[in-house]
C-alpha cells in the first residue's frame, strides 16, 4: 500500500502522466477537426509544387516527419496523427513502395527519444528521476541524432535496394506521372475533411 507521502515525492512521474493524457487528447482534436488532414494535403502540394526528384521528395518528406515530433510531446500522439498522413505522401508523392516507406516511418518513429529528455514518456520519467542531467540528454541525443537521421535517409534506401524491397528504377520524375492515376484520386480526396 502507498502513502500519500510516498506519492508526494514522485510528483514529476504523476505530472508526465497528466499531460501525456492531455497531449493525446489534443493530438486526436486536431485529427477530429481535420487539421491533420489539411496538414497532409498541404504537404503534399508542397512536395508536388518543388517538381524534385522522386528520392529527394521522398527524403524531404521523411525529414518533416522527423522534425515534426518536436510539436508533440509523445511518440503515440505524433505516430498516431502523422504516420498515415505522411506514409500516404511517401507513397503517392515519390512512387516508392509502400513497405520501405512504412519501414522507414516506423525506424525514423524509434529515433524520436535520442535528441531531447521530453522526446518520450519514459524519457521525461528518467529525466525527472535525474539519472541523466538536460545538458548532457541534449548533447548525446544531438550527435545521435547527426549520426542516425543521415544513415536512415541515405542507408536505408541503398540497403533496401540491396535487399530486394526497393527497386530504384521504380521511381520516375513527378513531373512525367498523372496525378489522377494515384489512388483515391491523390491527393486531395485522400484526406477528407470532416463534414
Not at 12 to 24: D, E, K, N, P
Not at 116 to 142: F, M, Q
Not at 172 to 187: C, G, K, V
Amino acid at each position: 500500500v502507498l502513502r500519500w507521502s510516498e506519492l508526494k515525492s514522485v510528483h514529476s512521474v504523476f505530472s508526465t502522466i497528466l499531460w501525456f493524457g492531455g497531449v493525446l487528447a489534443l493530438s486526436e482534436g486536431l485529427t477530429d477537426q481535420g487539421v491533420i488532414a489539411w496538414g497532409g494535403r498541404c504537404l503534399t502540394d508542397a512536395v508536388t509544387a518543388l517538381h524534385l526528384p522522386p528520392l529527394v521528395s521522398w527524403a524531404g518528406v521523411v525529414l518533416f516527419y522527423w522534425l515534426a515530433h518536436f510539436l508533440f510531446a509523445s511518440n503515440t500522439a505524433h505516430i498516431t496523427a502523422l504516420m498515415p498522413v505522411v506514409l500516404a505522401t511517401l507513397v503517392g508523392l515519390s512512387a516508392v513502395p509502400p513497405l520501405p516507406s512504412a519501414l522507414c516511418l516506423c525506424y525514423v518513429s524509434n529515433l524520436f527519444s535520442a535528441p531531447t529528455h521530453y522526446g518520450t514518456a519514459p524519457g521525461a520519467v528518467l529525466s525527472a528521476a535525474g539519472y541523466t542531467t538536460t545538458p548532457r540528454w541534449w548533447s548525446v541525443g544531438g550527435a545521435l541524432t547527426l549520426l542516425y537521421v543521415p544513415l536512415w535517409l541515405v542507408g536505408g534506401p541503398l540497403a533496401w535496394r540491396i535487399l530486394g524491397l526497393w527497386s530504384l528504377g521504380l521511381a520516375q520524375p513527378l513531373a512525367s506521372r498523372d496525378r489522377h492515376a494515384l489512388p483515391h484520386s491523390w491527393p486531395h480526396n485522400f484526406f477528407p475533411l470532416p463534414a
